[in-house]
């Protein structure tokens, strides 16, 4: 990225100074942001020129002092050459760390996406499920072994994601890990929450997403017919196993409900509503809805036998009462 850099040594008047030698100071200018750096020498101010940024006189400590900030001045403009040629981030600030030798800490992807993780997995139970911690750590792993396919390291600065990044990692989950098109693109979608901290902490400064379009493919869900349903509240099951399986199963058909909703389910949820008729009220996991759901199977052993509420409640890892 072109930038404009404008370099100035200046005398700067030291807090309550009265007269003496004042120290010389090499200012940065970038894009119209200043910092700046001691030279470690000072000046008489009747002998600088503030014009020329130099001292005037031709006497040996005067050409000795020009000639060291002459070589100061090529060694700032050579660190902006390389940090040019490798692509880095050029600012006032990041233009002295560099003359100075003070190295910025480099945000790498891995560290950046393993920090989100651990954030997250201590907010389990309050803000994020557990599912979804999983659903990222997959995505690390994906990126992981991304990089080291496609670049044979494993790991890179943050910088380096681009639109390219973000389509050949689509093409390696497609193609490499066989992820079908839904698959590739949520986890793209899980990355970009990644990029998105990058973004807001000023460690990427274009959007690899401005023009990366992802589209998902509408799932047809086939659901079972009246008759399927018949046919399978009819079935007798040899094991009890099964037979609490296909309870819960038909529960969730009948109710809408989800299995991960129907795990937490409570007796004290499932209500008389104003027709009569047994009603569920419960907090949507995935929604976070409260929305009130007729049950249709109001004489079924689900809730009706103890026994068999307190194994469903084992099996889901859950007792309820």
Not at 176 to 182: A, E, L, M, P, S
Not at 221 to 226: D, E, F, G, V
Not at 241 to 248: E, G, M, N, T, Y
Request: aromatic share 12%; charged share 25%; hydrophobic share 35%.
């Amino acid at each position: 990225m072109r930038t404009n850099v404008n370099l100035l040594f200046y005398l700067k008047k030291p807090k309550n100074y009265q007269s003496g030698p004042m120290p010389v100071y090499l200012r940065f200018t970038v894009d119209g942001k200043r910092s700046e750096a001691t030279t470690g020498r000072v000046c008489e101010p009747s002998r600088w020129n503030n014009k020329a940024g130099r001292l005037t006189g031709t006497k040996e400590d005067v050409r000795a002092l020009n000639n060291y900030l002459d070589g100061l001045q090529s060694k700032a403009f050579d660190c902006h050459r390389i940090m040019t040629l490798h692509d880095e981030l050029i600012t006032a600030e990041t233009l002295r760390n560099k003359f100075i030798g003070k190295a910025d800490r480099v945000r790498t992807i891995t560290a950046v996406f393993a920090d989100h993780n651990q954030k997250m997995q201590n907010l389990v139970g309050q803000e994020f499920e557990k599912s979804t911690l999983q659903r990222y750590e997959t995505c690390l792993m994906h990126i992981k072994d991304f990089m080291q396919w496609q670049f044979n390291v494993s790991d890179l600065p943050v910088t380096k994601i681009s639109f390219s990044f973000l389509n050949d990692f689509e093409y390696y989950l497609r193609s490499i890990r066989k992820c079908g098109n839904n698959s590739a693109i949520k986890y793209i979608k899980n990355f970009g929450k990644i990029v998105r901290i990058c973004l807001g902490n000023g460690w990427l400064t274009v959007d690899p997403y401005l023009n990366y379009k992802p589209k998902t493919s509408k799932v047809n869900r086939i659901a079972l017919t009246k008759d399927e349903l018949k046919a399978l509240s009819e079935k007798e099951m040899p094991m009890e196993r099964l037979k609490l399986v296909k309870d819960i199963f038909l529960f969730s058909c009948y109710t809408g409900l989800a299995y991960v909703d129907v795990s937490k389910l409570k007796r004290s949820e499932v209500l008389r509503g104003i027709d009569g008729e047994s009603w569920i009220y419960t907090n949507r996991k995935k929604t976070i809805r409260y929305p009130a759901s007729p049950c249709f199977l109001p004489h079924s052993k689900l809730w009706n036998d103890t026994t068999k509420t307190r194994n469903v409640n084992a099996m889901t890892g859950y007792c309820r009462y």
